[in-house]
């Protein structure tokens, strides 16, 4: 059975700490409960029903990679979300990973700042996560800095999988 932190169950359901703890209650046998939660973690089978996408098993291999801090795995989350558009819980992933140099997710969160999905539009922030993701290697940045905000928002709204491919 897959298991995912409490913060980890948040940033997937977009549920607060005390909400995830009553409906936990509310699922799960007592023992159970204080087991896991005691130790900080959820069975991701309590929560998969709160997460906002159906979740193959490839899918929840990938949340515990994320989980315990792989970069690539939490790049694979925020794309994810970002393909229901929920760019409020992607971007948590994108800036995980981004934190880490993973140049994907910098060039998504660069992305997401010139196109203004999920937070405020600003063009310079994402051009300067751009140039960044850029130094990785894996993004053409000439290319993508050339491309108009308007672009971008087209681009970032349609299949963020697809197009890293």
């Not at 409490?6 to 359901?13: F, G, M, S």
């Not at 051009?127 to 290697?137: C, D, K, N």
């Amino acid at each position: 059975m897959h298991e995912v932190t409490l913060d980890t169950a948040e940033q997937l359901t977009g549920l607060s700490r005390r909400s995830l703890r009553r409906r936990l209650g509310i699922g799960m046998m007592r023992q159970a409960r204080l087991a896991n939660l005691g130790r900080g973690y959820v069975p991701l089978a309590c929560i998969r029903e709160d997460i906002p996408t159906t979740l193959t098993p490839d899918d929840e291999e990938v949340i515990v990679r994320a989980d315990r801090g792989d970069a690539e795995a939490q790049n694979d989350v925020a794309l994810l979300f970002m393909e229901m558009e929920r760019y409020d819980l992607a971007l948590v992933w994108l800036r995980k990973a981004a934190a880490q140099e993973y140049p994907d997710a910098m060039h998504w969160l660069g992305r997401c700042y010139v196109s203004g999905h999920g937070v405020e539009k600003d063009e310079a922030q994402g051009l300067e996560w751009l140039r960044r993701a850029g130094g990785g290697g894996t993004c053409d940045f000439p290319a993508a800095a050339g491309e108009s905000g308007r672009q971008l928002g087209a681009q970032a709204g349609g299949s963020p999988a697809s197009s890293i491919r």
